[in-house]
């Protein structure tokens, strides 16, 4: 079944950016809506940002619209988010998934082990 695999992320200074990678070894995304997903322990998942399999409709988290864009390259198969204007609170592990649409609570296959982001000066 469909496994993503993140990549990315990283330690980033306050106002600066980083970049998450998703991808599927051995699967074609482009038949599947992606989203980006927050989860802090102790708190409920939070889905930042999904982009429909087209690639055009996304779908932006309040805290996301304005820093954060979501693309698609489906001639590489990878789907990106570029994370500008970092706060300190938008470090935790990012994951990256395949609802069966943005916003749904159903996916399709497996979660990856998801990327840590740290903002920190």
């Known amino acids: 079944q469909l496994k993503v695999v993140e990549s990315g992320g990283g330690l980033a200074q306050p106002g600066g950016s980083v970049r998450l990678s998703c991808g599927a070894p051995?699967?074609?995304?482009?038949?599947?809506?992606i989203g980006w997903f927050r989860q802090t322990p102790g708190k409920e998942r939070e889905e930042i940002a999904c982009?429909?399999?087209?690639?055009?409709?996304?779908k932006y988290a309040e805290s996301a619209k304005g820093r954060f864009t979501i693309s698609r390259d489906n001639t590489k198969n990878i789907v990106t988010l570029q994370m500008n204007m970092l706060k300190p609170e938008d470090s935790d592990v990012y994951y990256c998934?395949?609802?069966?649409?943005?916003?749904?609570?159903?996916?399709?296959?497996?979660w990856g082990q998801g990327t840590q982001v740290t903002v920190s000066s």
């Open positions: 051995g699967f074609d995304l482009n038949y599947y809506a």
């Open positions: 982009i429909n399999n087209r690639g055009d409709i996304t």
């Open positions: 998934a395949a609802p069966a649409t943005c916003g749904s609570s159903i996916f399709f296959g497996e």
